[in-house]
């Protein structure tokens, strides 16, 4: 294990600084909520590194193959002395070989890595949101004592967020949203043109007919008992809890809501008018320093590329394409050999996109955590006089329309409320919208806050770069700032050791009064819909197990068990083959 911190020569914001202070209060564990582009990968690397320290393991789940290239190659120039193994994609590394393990989530899943030795170990899972299914949920291992979980916003459609993460983590210990960090100069404002086309008559006579069965099924699920009618993405995420758990009267109206708010959705994503109007963006994505479209899926995605390709320079990324060709688009994008990169969902979570400062959005997603990522990809931090830029297309008097206050998604009023200007164009205006589009950025960009605060502090407390830290300055700095805020500043900043003999030891001192896991840490109130009462629950077919470990049937001499594979607990024993299909096994590893 490592001896010495991180010795990268880069000092976190003091967002992140307070993320981790806010998760050493809640005694190592909780859920980061922060929006896409403000640097949470920073803020697991810094826990990383002086777990290490602390002689732990680390073990880093994430949700793809794509990411976890990208995670060891940022550990790698973080930590340079630390063994970075990998399991899945072909590494098959185990935890008595390495420091740090990154796995992806089904890998963590299948394997279930457990810490070696007897100094524990720290559990960090990117995009933490992903693993409330039944088969991704094996990947939160009980071994682990320190936990930190990475999100953008912790939702679900279903009930994994009550029932297993937020009891796993312990809960949020920290938000940081779209206003406070243009706020703080980490994230830039955007200007948003909402650009509306008109449907053919054929489409909209099929999306009146759909129309008819949500007015409907609207009706019926209104009166469900505990129904929340708004804002519109509650009542989405309690549509969907009714039709996967409800097998009565009330599932199928939410199953025939759902059915055709998809069908109503696929009409507006995919009309042709979009697709004309895209053409005629073309000059403002050619100016622009990077675009991004994005599309619900691939089929749209291809219309997009053949409508720009003889006008722009532009490829496509899906979830077929090779990651090396992959790597390619986006370095070429990166360096603006393409003005242009279309994708669906494949580029929402997680993977490096370089920085780019116009977002088309085809269709807007119907869930906050998508159109979050979509954002963080365009807000990422400009330089002055670049301006962040969206074009958000929708189809006139339909559930897209920004004057649709009944059905409107939860994203447009987060959009509009942290935009630096909004306005709404159609095609009588496009001279109008190219001068919205062209106007600069901000001529001074806000410096996000650093270090510098706590370190004056810090100086205060005779605690200054070069002195030696004796047991009265840790004192004295714990007194000035608090033992959290104190051991955060000695061991997550991120440069090389900039105080003098007895650094270590000072941050063991401190480290020996924070508080543990048990102390019961304030959390931060999770921003869940309320979810409706099920009637008339889906019946569950029999498990052969209590836990989710594949089972093994064995004959013991002449009788035969069955076993978990996971954890060895078995069943008893019986005469018969066929009778082990009856047992059950009290597994322990579920």
Known sequence: MLTSPSSVDRELYRWQLDALISWLRCGRRGVIEAVTGSGKTDVAIAAASDALRRGRFVLVVVPSRVLMEQWQGRLTAAIPKARIGRLGDSGKDVPTSCDVLVATRHSAAAHRPTPPGAGGGLLIVDECHGLGGRTLRRALLPQYAERLGLTATLER?????????????????????????????????????????????????????????????????????????????????????????????????????????????????????????????????????????????????????????????????????????????????????????????????????????????????????????????????????????????????????????????????????????????????????????????????????????????????????????????????ADALGVEPAYALLAFARRPQSYGLGHAAAIDRLGARLPQSND????????????????????VPKRLSTGQMALEIARIGSAWRISCTGCGEASPLVQFRWQVLDQTVKCRCG
């Open 157 to 477: 459609s279903d009930d994994g967020v009550t029932e297993l993460l937020l009891p796993y983590f312990g809960g949020i210990c920290y938000r940081y949203g779209f206003e406070q960090a243009i706020a703080d100069g980490v994230c830039a404002p955007p200007r948003v043109a909402f650009v509306g086309v008109a449907l053919s008559v054929d489409e909209r006579a099929e999306y009146a007919a759909i129309e008819q069965r949500l007015v409907s099924a609207r009706h019926h699920l209104r009166l469900v008992r505990d129904m929340p009618l708004e804002p519109f993405g509650d009542f989405l995420a309690a549509v969907a809890h009714l039709a996967e758990r409800d097998s009565g009267a009330d599932g199928r109206a939410a199953r025939d809501y759902l059915d055709a708010f998809s069908k109503r959705r696929q009409i507006v994503a995919q009309t042709i008018g979009k697709y004309e109007l895209l053409g005629s963006l073309a000059p403002a994505i050619k100016e622009a320093d990077g675009a991004l479209v994005f599309t619900e899926t691939v089929r749209a995605a291809n219309h997009a590329i053949n409508r720009l390709d003889p006008l722009v320079s532009i490829d496509l990324i899906t979830g077929s394409t090779a990651r090396r060709q992959r790597r390619e688009i986006l370095d070429d994008l990166r360096v603006r050999r393409l003005d242009a990169v279309a994708a669906p969902r494949v580029l929402d979570e997680g993977i490096d996109v370089p920085d780019a400062n116009l977002g088309v959005v085809m269709s807007a997603s119907r869930t906050r955590r998508q159109m979050i990522q979509r954002m963080g990809r365009i807000l990422r931090r400009k330089r002055a006089g670049v301006a962040a830029r969206f074009v958000i297309m929708f189809a006139k008097d339909t559930l897209e329309d920004p004057a649709n206050r009944i059905e409107r998604d939860g994203f447009l009023d987060e959009i509009e409320r942290i935009s630096e200007a909004t306005a709404v164009f159609d095609s009588a205006r496009f001279e109008e919208l190219d001068s919205f589009l062209a106007e600069p950025g901000p001529p001074i960009v806000p410096e996000p806050e650093r270090l510098e605060s706590y370190e004056r502090a810090a100086a205060a407390a005779g605690a200054r770069p070069g002195l030696a830290l004796n047991d009265k300055t840790v004192d004295s700095l």
């Open 520 to 539: 019961r840490p304030a959390y931060l109130e999770p921003e869940l819909a309320n979810l409706p009462h099920i009637t008339k629950p889906k019946i």
